[in-house]
């Protein structure tokens, strides 16, 4: 199914949500879903139905997975892959708005970078308030139901490109509150430890 140029836009906001959660799934998706025939990527993004690409998309997913499941050392590897999630996320949105100004496509990346961090910021927002927890199981349902959002994401970013676009909108909205709150609670923890130290 080919997207027509307008359902491109929809596809990139909920692409670049879904890389800044997990790029590595997301170019995965993509790329079998490209391969599959059920989307027509446009021609500057037809690399990702590459077996190549896939493949090595497929086997960083397997070592994400399982690093991202490892309480305090998914921190590292989170904030590690701030210099990864962000860029690929821009470099796609890029790539899938080549029929564009030029002024437009840099709009787009911008754009879809910017979504991408937030969504990058989201979660590691909630890693850093999971993690002192004294008990694995967190973690790992946390980092599982972001795997399952960027997959799930991304297919669906494909068949209903504008509704996708809605429910990142809605997302990042969450993203917001979460994260003013958990700064909130930081602080609040922070104030509180100063005052005993004080006393």
Do not use: C
């Not at 139905?49 to 997975?65: C, K």
């Amino acid at each position: 199914m080919k997207l027509p140029a307008h359902d491109l836009l929809g596809l990139v906001v909920a692409t670049s949500f879904a890389a800044g959660l997990n790029v590595y799934a997301t170019v995965a998706t993509l790329g079998l879903l490209a391969r599959s025939g059920a989307i027509v990527l446009p021609s500057s993004l037809q690399l990702l139905a590459s077996w190549y690409v896939i493949s090595a998309a497929l086997i960083l997913f397997g070592i994400e997975f399982f690093a991202d499941k490892i309480p305090a050392f998914d921190l590292i590897w989170n904030a590690l892959h701030t210099f990864i999630r962000v860029p690929v996320a821009a470099l796609l949105a890029w790539h899938a708005t080549t029929q564009l100004s030029p002024g437009e496509q840099l709009g787009a990346a911008l754009a879809g970078g910017l979504i991408a961090l937030a969504a990058h910021s989201g979660k590691t927002a909630a890693r850093a308030a999971v993690t002192p927890s004294p008990e694995p199981v967190s973690n790992a349902v946390l980092s599982l139901g972001e795997d399952a959002i960027a997959v799930a994401l991304t297919w669906f970013a494909t068949r209903h490109p504008w509704l996708a676009s809605a429910l990142v909108m809605i997302l990042l909205a969450g993203v917001l509150v979460m994260i003013r709150w958990i700064v909130r609670a930081m602080r609040a923890l922070f104030r509180g430890a100063e005052r005993r130290l004080a006393t």
